[in-house]
């Protein structure tokens, strides 16, 4: 049997199991017996209980900083959408795997930590990235917290409806939770600098879609120190 055969099949019997037995009273054993696999076979593939439901978390944070480090200056704000798109069309392919998990992480407080500390790190790699684009503009640590934090709010804010089962259009919604935060950010540089315009593909019509980026103009400009 190969790594990835053994992969699903205990993936497969380990959420079984959770949703017959719940998690706690589900040992590695069980899972294994369940999987038609050993015990070393279990630890040979996964680490612990655990990481049967979270086994994918690295490898998507690794296609997060590629799309990241594959960006321009110019093509930043793109590159940021399209990263935390990575993460939502990551959880839609997985379907019902992904609804087992959220019925768990609702329902078993450790569980619930690790998945807060996944969001934390995919927030602290969009927070690292943000900061290097904006480098020295005024307030650009800052300026990079809240804009990772909000587009990790706006991701989990789409996700979570979808596995809640309040929406049949993730990616459009997705789209226009992103155009929010791009409002909000779409112009952070050297006060000297000018306007910058930003080109994204949005699902948003024009007469929603201009007034958002009007605003965002307006209140940039609104917060520049004036000349003396």
Same mark, same amino acid.
């Given at each position: 049997m190969s790594k990835q055969d053994a992969k699903a099949r &205990?993936? @497969?019997?380990?959420? #079984? $199991?959770?949703?017959? !037995?719940?998690?706690?009273?589900t040992t590695v054993e069980d899972i294994a017996?369940?999987?038609?696999?050993g015990r070393t076979t279990f630890f040979r593939t996964y680490g612990s209980k655990e990481d049967v439901i979270f086994p994918d978390h690295?490898?998507?944070?690794?296609?997060?900083?590629?799309?990241?480090?594959?960006?321009?200056?110019e093509t930043s704000l793109v590159a940021i959408?399209?990263?935390?798109?990575?993460?939502?069309?990551?959880? &839609?392919? @997985?379907?019902?795997? #992904? $609804?087992?998990?959220? !019925?768990?992480?609702?329902?078993?407080?450790?569980?619930?930590?690790?998945e807060i500390a996944g969001i934390q790190q995919y927030q602290r790699v969009f927070r690292e990235f943000i900061h290097s684009w904006m480098g020295s503009a005024p307030q650009a640590e800052l300026r990079a917290e809240?804009?990772?934090?909000?587009?990790?709010?706006?991701?989990?804010?789409?996700?979570?409806?979808?596995?809640?089962?309040?929406?049949?259009r993730p990616e459009q919604e997705f789209d226009r939770a992103m155009d929010e935060v791009i409002a909000l950010f779409a112009e952070h540089g050297d006060t000297d600098a000018g306007t910058a315009v930003v080109v994204l593909r949005s699902s948003l019509d024009m007469e929603t879609l201009l007034p958002a980026l009007r605003r965002a103009v307006l209140t940039d400009r609104e917060s520049r120190p004036r000349p003396e």
């Open positions: &205990l993936a @497969e019997a380990a959420f #079984a $199991l959770f949703e017959e !037995r719940g998690y706690d009273r017996e369940r999987a038609g696999v690295d490898d998507v944070v690794r296609r997060i900083e590629a799309r990241l480090a594959a960006s321009t200056q959408a399209e990263a935390a798109r990575i993460v939502l069309q990551h959880y &839609l392919s @997985e379907g019902d795997l #992904a $609804l087992a998990r959220y !019925r768990l992480t609702s329902s078993v407080p450790a569980l619930r930590a690790r809240l804009m990772a934090a909000a587009v990790v709010t706006a991701h989990n804010h789409v996700l979570r409806r979808w596995l809640r089962g309040d929406t049949k």
